[in-house]
Each structure stands twice: as structure tokens, then as C-alpha cells.
């Protein structure tokens, strides 16, 4: 984490202490709960020789010769540090076929989006940062993701013992924790965070305040399969999320982006979470989207909602 700060250039003093302060406060969340065990599978990595890396797949690939005991100590290591939520990641021989075939996504959003060469990114909900190092194909200048769930950094910190991508970094904390580096930001990603917020429109304000002048948002989120400016709000839960509050028309969406000071905000695509994208694998122990729906219409959540749907857009902020 220590090896972020050199990076952030630009900064003034202060900021750079803030985020200093952030990075103490990581390293203390990382000391309890899940920190401590996976930390043991981090430490227990087998060394060995890599002779290649591969961003620009959907794979994202490290290649080389393993030995067979190396292999069974690290397949029993990858497992220790299940679920694997995003992905496909290939690690030598093994293959972590995540939950979420997240290279799909990543297709639909490569085309639509400024080139990243020698741009700030920030990610927020950055998952275990498959898609940190999709954009680190770009070669942008910095690659910043954050993300509060400590086993995912984790498995970031897994992928990076053998990749060793430069200016790819991983903060294991929320926004709430994260400085506010103003303006400072050339691309903000923020995907499948948006529905989980209490008030969207403070929500999509704070995203804006990272992004420097004519730069852009790259935002997915449910969304509502319905015309006009209508908003679902679940009562209780939704594909038995809890914390799922608000979940827009796209053409609502569009709306609240523009009252947040966006501009040419275009909608890329908008389509239906299917099991050949989400799906149970055996590298999770819970349940998945087949487990969400209605097992007689799978048009239609377990709760009678209808079915998810995700809407991609990219908006720029105005100058």
C-alpha cells in the first residue's frame, strides 16, 4: 500500500498526508477478522519463476513452469481464499473461473471510454481488481481501486505476488474512509455500487467531485426495464439483496447525471444479468443468480421484481 503514495504526484502536502492517513487506517482493518488467515495464505505462496503476464485477455494470465507439489499447495490456497467474486483469473496452471464472467462486462465497456494511456483512474467498489488490471493494459499513469471487503484485497494482493502490474494499487476501504482527493481523477469507474446507496443523488455528487474537469464517469447499475423517469425502491429486499434501495429507468438515470453537473451522457448498454454471466461455480460456496430468481419465471426475482438488469453509461463532467 506504502508504494502508492510515491505515486500520487501532484498532491499537495496535506492530501498527501490524508492519504497517508488512510493507508495507517487499512492496515489496522487488515490486522483483525479476515486479515490475519489470509495473510497466512498470502505468506504461503509458493516462489515461482514468471515468465509472462497477459492483461489484454479475457483471462487475465500468469505464465510459468510450475512443479506439481507447488501446483496442489497453491490450488489449496486459491481455495482458502474463496469466494472469487470476479474474474477468470489464470494463475500457471490454475484456472479461478469466478462467479461473475467479468470480461463480458469489460466488452462492453473497452469500446465506449476514452483511451486510459497516461490517465489518474480511480475504481470505487473495485471488487478484487480484475478490472484494475484490465485498464493497466492501457498503460495509464496511476490505477487506483478501493474497495472495503478485506478478502478481496486479499486475492488482489494473490494476483499482484505474481504479476507485479506497476501503478495498479488496491485500498481495502469504503468511500467513507477515503480522502477526498478533488479533481484529481482523469477516469472514475464505479460499477454495481450505485443501487447499494441510501441517496444516490449525494452519491453520484461525490463521484463527480473526483473527476477533473472534462473527465469522465463510467457508471453501471441496475436499472428499471420501464420508460419514463421512474424509480423502484424495493420493500425489503431485491434478488434477495438487503441493502439494494434505489433502482432507476435509464432514462432517469440519465436525468439524476445531469443534475450532478454531467454532460453527453450516454447510455452504452443496457442488459439482463443471464446465467452465461453470472453463475455458481465451484470457486464459491454461496449461492447465485439462479438461487436470486423465480424458479418458475426467471424473467422475475424470487420476490416478484423484475429481473436484474444493468445499464452502462459514460458521461463527462463538464468543464
Not at 490524508?18 to 516462489?47: F, K, S, T, W
Not at 433502482?247 to 444479468?273: A, K, M, N, Q, Y
Not at 464459491?284 to 443468480?289: D, F
Amino acid at each position: 500500500m506504502e508504494a502508492l503514495v510515491p505515486q500520487l504526484k501532484h498532491l499537495p502536502s496535506d492530501q498527501v498526508a490524508e492519504v497517508e492517513a488512510c493507508i495507517a487506517a487499512c492496515r489496522e482493518r487488515i490486522a483483525i477478522g479476515h486479515g490475519p488467515p489470509m495473510q497466512r495464505v498470502l505468506d504461503q505462496l509458493p516462489e515461482v519463476p514468471v515468465d509472462a503476464v497477459q492483461l489484454d485477455r479475457d483471462t487475465i494470465t500468469v505464465n510459468g513452469a510450475i512443479a506439481p507439489a507447488q501446483s496442489t499447495q497453491l490450488r489449496a490456497l486459491l481455495e482458502q481464499a474463496m469466494p472469487w467474486r470476479k474474474g477468470p483469473f489464470q494463475l500457471f496452471d490454475q484456472l479461478i473461473d469466478a462467479e461473475w464472467r467479468s470480461n463480458l462486462k469489460w466488452d462492453r465497456i473497452a469500446p465506449a471510454i476514452s483511451p486510459l494511456k497516461d490517465r489518474r483512474i480511480l475504481d470505487i467498489g473495485c471488487g478484487n481488481g480484475y478490472y484494475l488490471f484490465r485498464m493497466a493494459a492501457g498503460e495509464p499513469q496511476l490505477v487506483l481501486g478501493i474497495d472495503p471487503s478485506v478478502k478481496f484485497y486479499y486475492q488482489f494482493e494473490i494476483i499482484q505476488h505474481y504479476a507485479r502490474v506497476e501503478r495498479v494499487h488496491l485500498l481495502p476501504t469504503g468511500l467513507e474512509g477515503f480522502p477526498t482527493l478533488a479533481g484529481y481523477f482523469d477516469t472514475v469507474f464505479c460499477l454495481g455500487v450505485l443501487y447499494h446507496r441510501k441517496s444516490p443523488i449525494d452519491f453520484l455528487r461525490e463521484l463527480q467531485s473526483f473527476i477533473a474537469p472534462g473527465g469522465e464517469l463510467v457508471l453501471e447499475t441496475l436499472t428499471l426495464d420501464a420508460e419514463g423517469d421512474l424509480v423502484l425502491s424495493p420493500n425489503g429486499r431485491y434478488a434477495k439483496m438487503n441493502n439494494c434501495y434505489f433502482i432507476p429507468t435509464p432514462e432517469c438515470l440519465v436525468h439524476w447525471l445531469e443534475r450532478c453537473g454531467f454532460s453527453d451522457v450516454h447510455i452504452v448498454s443496457t442488459t439482463p444479468t443471464t446465467p452465461g454471466e453470472q453463475r455458481k461455480t465451484e470457486w464459491i460456496q454461496t449461492e447465485s443468480l439462479a438461487d436470486f430468481l423465480d424458479p418458475g419465471d426467471a424473467t422475475k426475482t424470487i420476490e416478484g421484481y423484475p429481473g436484474p438488469e444493468r445499464t452502462l453509461v459514460v458521461a463527462t463532467l463538464s468543464g
